[in-house]
DNA sequence: TCCTTTTATTGCAATATTACGATTAATATG
DNA sequence: CATATTAATCGTAATATTGCAATAAAAGGA
């Protein structure tokens, strides 16, 4: 026990779930409001400018290079990093399309 | 080490990644789901419907109390469970907000 | 009151995540 | 080529999450 039983759902559950868990740090989310703020991309500014070592930051660009939201081209001896606009998009519509399943009434309880 | 350092992120970031850690597994995505296709609540249904253990649904139904997205009022010796519209919207309107910050242009890298 | 039904809680094992020091790999630059 | 710079990877410690058996708690009915 104390791994998820992802057997058990949809395929739409766990991609779901797996996008939320990208989400789910704040550390990444940062990353991601500084790759938007920045439009153009950037590397380990990233370690100076969050508070976290080097290899965390390296850590959560991976996760979120693994969950398709960002990527990454070598320039140089750095890298420089950006959001993925299509995937952006495309985890845009399937969580609002989560949160348009409920035609919200009155709560029942 | 192995916790997470919010004090260094600011309160909106971390209320966000927050809100994707509620919704970051298979099992509670499936909860939510079928409390809004019953629309009318349900308590210990969810336990024959997915397949894990009462305990295991119970913990997952706590996170989302804590979440505020879902409600449960006692009603006899079961419990029923709904979603919280409100909350939901909330929850709705900063996700969408967080994906609006991308005026997508091609990408830079 | 005793029993049944239903849900919550406790305790614990297995696994996952977070964080970082040390090191490695890759590429510039002198 | 030697050295500096930058980022990834490895190894490991600390903490969090997931899952369930066992048990407790609450409420209804015999």
């Given amino acids: 026990m104390g791994a998820t039983k992802s057997d058990l759902f949809t395929k739409k559950q766990n991609n779901l779930a797996n996008m939320a868990?990208?989400?789910a740090h704040p550390a990444r989310i940062a990353i991601l409001q500084e790759l938007i703020k920045l439009n153009a991309c950037v590397c380990g500014d990233l370690v100076t400018e969050l508070g976290l070592a080097q290899p965390t930051i390296s850590q959560h660009?991976?996760?979120?290079?693994?969950?398709?939201?960002?990527?990454?081209?070598?320039?140089?001896?750095?890298?420089?990093?950006?959001?993925?606009?299509?995937?952006?998009?495309?985890?845009?519509?399937?969580l609002s399309g989560f949160f348009a399943e409920v035609k919200l009434k009155s709560d029942c309880c």
């Fill in 21 to 23: 868990k990208a989400l």
């Fill in 61 to 94: 660009l991976k996760e979120l290079k693994n969950a398709r939201l960002i990527q990454g081209t070598i320039e140089g001896t750095s890298v420089c990093y950006c959001i993925n606009p299509k995937v952006w998009n495309e985890y845009k519509q399937i």
